[in-house]
């Protein structure tokens, strides 16, 4: 059957990211977990029933059942997706850890989710009780501290003003400390011994009884403090050169599968070196630009995205390339999501952040314009699209009269120009279509870019049709046709499909 030039979109809008995608297996759609209470010496952790779970968004509260048990049904999350706790409550406890409310979790079918909460009235007598031993303590060694000073003092070993400066830092030493003692107790008493080795555990014991000296021997029995840390770092300064070296050859196998068109596997090695290091933003874009470029799975590259705009921001600052580059890529996935409404802010703090770091009149700068614009044309606001795109395509238009050796420019400039034409077509102004096609195609080098080529041919063939000139249009399909079937072969779709208009 003959193919209709009304069955085909003239145009997407294509954010400046770079990527590649496989989608995951897929699990039921459940994040399970429990929660227990935190063991303390002589008192083994428990399951706790009647707990209220609350998961952010629009999940109805859970309550764990006689074996602590919960599960909440969260429809398209998949393996990894990020998810928060709302909260978790129960009369007479508290999460042992407040800050796990908010914090960003990783979804799993699989894995269940442990929640640790502390009785109150539990928590109160133990910190009572550290805090006893803890300030027992330091009156004993204020008043030892105080008698060697009043027997140096006798003994003619101090003069009065040396006497008096000692002592004035003694009860400010003492002062000082006071503050921390119930900081610290809360401390303690919330461990859960659970997490401890036996070793560890028997330190705890003695500090929270007051032995500090047994506690000071068994740390030291383990081995001297700066020995300990100097094999530690000569151990992490090894695991960093074998984990740098690993991430280089995980990125090799994600390009090596990549050529081959094996993209599920080229993913997977591209996802395992983000996991090898979740704190470094370039590898999370990476892999988030994976997700969203092969189109399968923009959830889990918004998730990839989120994590690289967190550490970005907090190890390079918020006005970073990189966070700006976060800031952008996440706009993009919410768009593909068709969240308009979160993408709008997102992309906006990346044209601020990259008008900051290139200038206004810069061809980043002004492909995160076309971003903002392509933002709008999606959430219906045409008017204020163009509105973006024109300034854009005056900055291109500039620039390609002071660069005219940079070969980007144009091909920005072309991809522009077809996306204001996709704004004409759907305002029926096929004049304007027509005028800003035809100039893309004069952008276009005459060697190269000629997955664009067919591109904009086969649009401006549509357009010829719309406008009754059948003549101009089997011209631009004819050659869109022709360069279709050198690139990607006769039997490729967008070849039979341009074969089809022609007929």
Known sequence: MKHSPFDFRLSTFVFCLSTFVFTLPSFSQTQSGYVRTVSRPGQPSLRLQGVVVRVQGDYNPVMTDEQGGFQVLMPGYKAGTAYSLAGANKGGYELQEPELVGRQLP?????????????????????????????????????????????????????????????????????????????????????DYTALSQ??????????????????????????????????????????AQRAELAGDLYHLYAIHLS??????????????????????????????????????????????????????????????????????????????????????????????????????????????????????YSGQRDSAQLCFTRAEEVYTAL????????????????????QAAIDVAGDDYTSAYNRLSKAL?????????????????ALGAVCHYRNMPAEAHAAWQQAYDIALRIYGPEHPVTLELGSYLQ
């Open 107 to 191: 979804f799993s079918a699989s894995v269940p989710l442990e929640i640790i909460m502390v009785s109150r009235r539990q928590m109160q007598k133990d910190k009572q009780r550290i805090e006893k031993a803890a300030r027992e303590n330091v009156e004993r060694y204020y008043e030892q501290q105080l008698n060697a000073l009043n027997d140096r003092l006798a003994q003619a070993q101090l003069t009065n003003q040396q006497y008096e400066a000692q002592l004035q830092l003694l009860e400010e030493r003492y002062d000082s400390y006071e503050p921390l003692i119930e900081q610290m107790a809360e401390r303690y008493a919330r461990t």
């Open 199 to 240: 070793t560890d555990s028997l330190i705890q014991q003695a500090i929270e009884q007051g032995d500090l000296d047994l506690a000071q021997q068994r740390i030291l029995a383990k081995g001297a403090p700066n020995i300990r840390e100097q094999k530690i770092q000569r151990i992490r300064r090894m695991a960093d």
């Open 260 to 377: 081959r068109f094996r993209n599920d596997s080229a993913l997977l090695y591209i996802t395992r070196r983000a996991a090898l290091d979740t704190t470094n933003a370039q590898w999370q874009l990476d892999a988030g630009n994976a997700y969203d470029k092969m189109g399968r799975d923009y959830a889990q590259a918004l998730t990839l995205y989120r994590r690289a705009l967190r550490y970005a921001l907090a190890n390079e600052g918020p006005q970073a390339l990189r966070t700006a580059q976060a800031h952008n890529n996440i706009a993009y996935a919410l768009t593909r999501l068709a969240c308009y409404a979160e993408a709008l802010p997102e992309q906006r703090q990346a044209l601020a952040l990259y008008r900051h770091i290139y200038g206004t009149n810069h061809a980043l700068t002004a492909a995160r314009i076309v971003n903002l614009g392509a933002i709008h044309y």
């Open 400 to 419: 390609e009269s002071a660069e005219p050796d940079n070969t980007d420019i144009p091909l920005l400039h072309a991809q522009l120009l077809n996306n």
């Open 442 to 458: 004069t952008l276009l080098p005459p060697s190269g870019a000629e997955y664009d080529k067919v591109v904009y041919l086969r």
